[in-house]
Protein backbone atom coordinates (compact mmCIF):
# COMPACT_ATOMS: atom_id res chain seq x y z
CA UNK A 1 0.00 0.00 0.00
CA UNK A 2 1.60 3.37 -0.79
CA UNK A 3 1.72 5.85 2.54
CA UNK A 4 1.96 9.44 2.22
CA UNK A 5 5.40 8.92 3.40
CA UNK A 6 6.27 6.95 0.31
CA UNK A 7 4.83 9.40 -2.14
CA UNK A 8 6.55 12.24 -0.85
CA UNK A 9 9.84 10.64 -0.75
CA UNK A 10 9.27 9.23 -4.43
CA UNK A 11 8.05 12.97 -5.64
CA UNK A 12 11.42 14.39 -4.08
CA UNK A 13 13.53 11.78 -5.91
CA UNK A 14 11.84 12.36 -9.15
CA UNK A 15 13.60 14.77 -11.33
CA UNK A 16 11.62 16.52 -13.77
CA UNK A 17 11.74 19.95 -15.32
CA UNK A 18 9.11 22.19 -14.61
CA UNK A 19 7.39 24.67 -17.22
CA UNK A 20 8.67 28.17 -17.29
CA UNK A 21 5.08 29.91 -15.94
CA UNK A 22 3.18 32.29 -17.41
CA UNK A 23 -0.20 33.83 -16.21
CA UNK A 24 -1.89 33.16 -19.55
CA UNK A 25 -4.61 30.91 -20.91
CA UNK A 26 -2.02 28.91 -22.77
CA UNK A 27 -1.02 27.13 -19.48
CA UNK A 28 -3.41 25.53 -16.74
CA UNK A 29 -2.80 23.08 -13.85
CA UNK A 30 -4.76 20.45 -12.38
CA UNK A 31 -4.33 19.19 -8.45
CA UNK A 32 -4.33 15.09 -7.84
CA UNK A 33 -5.89 15.54 -4.13
CA UNK A 34 -5.22 12.57 -1.84
CA UNK A 35 -7.10 12.24 1.35
CA UNK A 36 -7.97 9.74 4.11
CA UNK A 37 -10.32 6.70 3.17
CA UNK A 38 -11.77 3.65 5.17
CA UNK A 39 -8.56 1.77 4.52
CA UNK A 40 -6.25 3.66 1.87
CA UNK A 41 -5.68 6.73 0.51
CA UNK A 42 -8.74 8.48 -1.72
CA UNK A 43 -7.82 10.49 -5.36
CA UNK A 44 -10.47 13.22 -5.72
CA UNK A 45 -11.76 13.19 -9.52
CA UNK A 46 -14.30 15.70 -10.82
CA UNK A 47 -16.96 14.61 -13.45
CA UNK A 48 -17.50 18.12 -16.03
CA UNK A 49 -20.33 19.35 -17.26
CA UNK A 50 -20.72 18.48 -20.83
CA UNK A 51 -20.59 21.38 -23.52
CA UNK A 52 -22.51 22.19 -27.08
CA UNK A 53 -19.76 21.86 -29.66
CA UNK A 54 -16.89 20.66 -26.91
CA UNK A 55 -15.65 17.24 -27.39
CA UNK A 56 -13.90 17.15 -24.81
CA UNK A 57 -16.20 18.28 -22.25
CA UNK A 58 -18.06 15.41 -19.72
CA UNK A 59 -14.61 13.53 -19.63
CA UNK A 60 -13.37 13.08 -15.97
CA UNK A 61 -10.62 15.08 -14.67
CA UNK A 62 -8.66 16.37 -11.67
CA UNK A 63 -10.14 20.02 -10.08
CA UNK A 64 -8.04 22.51 -11.90
CA UNK A 65 -7.79 24.98 -14.57
CA UNK A 66 -6.47 27.99 -17.10
CA UNK A 67 -4.04 30.25 -15.09
CA UNK A 68 -5.62 33.77 -15.15
CA UNK A 69 -3.73 37.22 -14.78
CA UNK A 70 -3.49 36.72 -10.95
CA UNK A 71 -1.96 33.74 -10.71
CA UNK A 72 1.64 34.12 -9.34
CA UNK A 73 2.61 30.10 -9.81
CA UNK A 74 1.05 27.20 -11.51
CA UNK A 75 0.49 25.29 -8.37
CA UNK A 76 -1.41 28.66 -7.13
CA UNK A 77 -3.46 27.84 -10.57
CA UNK A 78 -4.67 24.70 -9.37
CA UNK A 79 -5.48 25.83 -5.69
CA UNK A 80 -7.29 28.52 -7.06
CA UNK A 81 -9.40 26.44 -9.51
CA UNK A 82 -10.01 23.98 -7.24
CA UNK A 83 -11.72 26.13 -4.82
CA UNK A 84 -13.91 27.73 -7.22
CA UNK A 85 -14.85 24.25 -8.77
CA UNK A 86 -15.60 22.41 -5.60
CA UNK A 87 -15.11 24.33 -2.75
CA UNK A 88 -11.98 22.67 -1.23
CA UNK A 89 -9.33 24.75 0.04
CA UNK A 90 -5.70 23.75 -1.02
CA UNK A 91 -2.78 25.41 1.08
CA UNK A 92 1.09 25.19 -0.41
CA UNK A 93 1.70 23.80 3.04
CA UNK A 94 -0.32 20.39 1.56
CA UNK A 95 1.34 20.03 -1.65
CA UNK A 96 3.82 16.64 -1.73
CA UNK A 97 5.25 17.76 -5.31
CA UNK A 98 4.69 17.97 -8.93
CA UNK A 99 3.86 15.54 -11.56
CA UNK A 100 5.58 15.88 -15.29
CA UNK A 101 4.46 18.86 -17.27
CA UNK A 102 2.37 17.90 -20.20
CA UNK A 103 2.63 19.45 -23.52
CA UNK A 104 -0.94 19.69 -24.86
CA UNK A 105 -2.74 21.06 -27.63
CA UNK A 106 -6.11 21.61 -27.21
CA UNK A 107 -7.95 24.59 -27.74
CA UNK A 108 -4.95 26.95 -27.67
CA UNK A 109 -4.03 25.52 -24.63
CA UNK A 110 -0.39 24.65 -24.83
CA UNK A 111 0.99 23.17 -21.61
CA UNK A 112 -0.43 21.32 -18.16
CA UNK A 113 1.09 21.45 -14.85
CA UNK A 114 -0.23 18.87 -12.66
CA UNK A 115 0.55 18.91 -8.82
CA UNK A 116 -0.32 16.46 -5.69
CA UNK A 117 -1.91 17.27 -2.91
CA UNK A 118 -2.51 15.63 0.60
CA UNK A 119 -5.75 16.79 2.49
CA UNK A 120 -7.44 16.02 5.55
CA UNK A 121 -9.66 13.29 6.66
CA UNK A 122 -12.86 14.48 6.05
CA UNK A 123 -12.35 16.49 2.76
CA UNK A 124 -14.76 14.14 1.01
CA UNK A 125 -17.83 15.76 2.98
CA UNK A 126 -16.41 19.38 1.85
CA UNK A 127 -15.67 19.28 -1.50
CA UNK A 128 -18.71 19.60 -3.41
CA UNK A 129 -19.85 21.41 -6.88
CA UNK A 130 -19.62 24.77 -6.57
CA UNK A 131 -19.29 25.48 -10.57
CA UNK A 132 -22.15 24.23 -11.71
CA UNK A 133 -21.33 25.23 -15.19
CA UNK A 134 -18.33 23.61 -15.59
CA UNK A 135 -18.71 20.43 -12.85
CA UNK A 136 -21.38 17.63 -12.96
CA UNK A 137 -19.88 15.60 -9.74
CA UNK A 138 -17.34 15.33 -7.38
CA UNK A 139 -16.08 11.69 -6.39
CA UNK A 140 -13.27 9.83 -4.82
CA UNK A 141 -11.94 7.01 -5.59
CA UNK A 142 -9.73 4.48 -3.21
CA UNK A 143 -5.82 4.60 -4.53
CA UNK A 144 -5.77 0.73 -4.91
CA UNK A 145 -8.32 0.51 -7.17
CA UNK A 146 -6.26 2.62 -10.19
CA UNK A 147 -3.98 -0.15 -9.93
CA UNK A 148 -6.29 -3.38 -9.96
CA UNK A 149 -6.48 -4.99 -13.33
CA UNK A 150 -10.17 -6.00 -12.74
CA UNK A 151 -10.54 -2.34 -13.23
CA UNK A 152 -8.99 -1.90 -16.74
CA UNK A 153 -11.23 -1.42 -19.37
CA UNK A 154 -11.68 0.47 -23.09
CA UNK A 155 -13.83 3.27 -24.07
CA UNK A 156 -14.69 3.93 -28.04
CA UNK A 157 -13.95 7.29 -28.58
CA UNK A 158 -14.34 8.81 -32.48
CA UNK A 159 -11.33 9.96 -33.81
CA UNK A 160 -11.38 11.60 -37.34
CA UNK A 161 -14.54 10.42 -37.86
CA UNK A 162 -13.04 6.86 -36.78
CA UNK A 163 -14.25 5.13 -33.70
CA UNK A 164 -11.12 4.56 -31.18
CA UNK A 165 -10.12 2.17 -28.67
CA UNK A 166 -8.98 3.97 -26.21
CA UNK A 167 -7.43 2.79 -22.58
CA UNK A 168 -9.12 3.05 -19.18
CA UNK A 169 -9.78 2.09 -15.63
CA UNK A 170 -13.79 2.25 -15.02
CA UNK A 171 -14.81 2.82 -11.80
CA UNK A 172 -18.62 2.74 -11.19
CA UNK A 173 -20.41 4.66 -13.68
CA UNK A 174 -17.33 6.82 -14.67
CA UNK A 175 -14.22 6.17 -17.03
CA UNK A 176 -10.65 7.63 -16.40
CA UNK A 177 -9.25 8.11 -19.47
CA UNK A 178 -7.07 10.20 -21.82
CA UNK A 179 -4.95 13.46 -20.40
CA UNK A 180 -6.20 12.95 -17.02
CA UNK A 181 -4.86 8.69 -17.31
CA UNK A 182 -1.90 9.58 -19.02
CA UNK A 183 -1.59 12.00 -15.80
CA UNK A 184 -1.62 9.27 -13.45
CA UNK A 185 0.78 7.03 -15.61
CA UNK A 186 2.88 9.72 -14.77
CA UNK A 187 2.13 8.94 -10.84
CA UNK A 188 2.21 5.56 -11.28
CA UNK A 189 5.80 5.69 -12.90
CA UNK A 190 6.96 7.46 -10.19
CA UNK A 191 5.91 4.94 -7.62
CA UNK A 192 6.79 2.06 -9.59
CA UNK A 193 3.40 0.82 -9.86
CA UNK A 194 1.58 -0.34 -13.15
CA UNK A 195 -1.93 1.52 -13.37
CA UNK A 196 -4.76 -0.81 -13.84
CA UNK A 197 -5.49 0.55 -17.60
CA UNK A 198 -1.84 -0.38 -18.80
CA UNK A 199 -1.54 -4.08 -20.33
Not at 14 to 32: G, K, L, Y
Request: aromatic share 8%; with cysteine; net charge negative.
Amino acid sequence: MLTIDKIRINLAQSSHEPAVFEASHRQAAVAMILAPGHNDLDVCFIQPAERDGDPWSGQVAFPGGRADPSDVTANAVAERETMEEIGLPLHSRQLLGPLPVRDIQREHLKILSPFVYYVGAGSQRIATVYEKNEVASVFWVPLHHLFDQAAATELEYPMGGTATQFPGIRYGEHVIWGLTLRVLESFAEIMQRKLAARN
